[in-house]
């Protein structure tokens, strides 16, 4: 019975989502440029890395598609392979920094005495800019793509835990939590299996929003070049080196640019309708 409203709440959940056309746009988008960053080596066969200096700064065409760069690397390859970097960073920075937020969060919600001194490291994070304390941190760590995610992941977690203190204060509170407590159930049972499967759904759709401000922020550090390794492509990068090139080379620009926007805007999109979805209110008038 259990199993069969399970998948009765998940066939209303995509009934909901794909009824809205910007939710299916933006879900449809982010297949598509996942497809594209997955088989990236079976899309194109060129390196991206690759060399060609008598190809520089060519305009799109056939030969090539988004045109090329000041040292005639294709933009198209680079652009796909650049999209594994950002999907890897974002999904990285998603799942570590609700880890660390559900910990945190927690911890803080339902132990009274931890409360004040967690609370305060959250709000001490949350007062520096998010760049400034990601630029901080990757400058520390060094330059790489695990850097990154870490450094991200510190910057966003306490997102992550304001969400779940805030939720774990009023649940806690709840009669079947007390139940569970007079009846001797272990404190980690009543976190995790009392208390985080209730609130599950506020976290999955802060994590679609980490999802988009991470790979926004990589592009920014990337582009400002305290990221991952200049070697490596990525939209913050080619972005960053067509600058000097705008005048004659406009594609360099416009093509990472494009794709920022769509997949972070993708991401938005999805992470409000998942968001309307999940709440019982809203679900029940769309």
Known sequence: MNEFSENLQQVKLWKVLIQRRSVLFGLITLFIIGFFAIFAPWISSIDPNSIAVRSRLLPPGSEYWLGTDELGRDIFTRLIYAGRVSLMVGIGVAVISSCIGIIMGLTSGFFKRLDAPISRITDAMMAFPDILLAISLV?????????????LSIVYAPRVARIVRASTLVIRELPYVEAAKALGVGTPT?????????IMSP???????????????????????VGVDPSTPTWGTMISNGRQYIDVATWMIVCPGVAITMCVLSLQIA?????????PKIAKDL
């Open 271 to 279: 992470g409000d309708g998942l968001r309307d979805a999940l709440d």
């Open 190 to 198: 009543i976190l995790f299996s009392h208390i985080l499967r209730n």
């Open 203 to 225: 976290i999955i759709v802060q994590a679609t929003f980490i999802f988009a401000y991470s790979m926004l922020s990589e592009a920014g550090l990337s582009f400002l070049g």
């Open 139 to 151: 400058a520390v760590l060094g330059g790489s793509v695990s850097n990154v995610v870490i450094a």
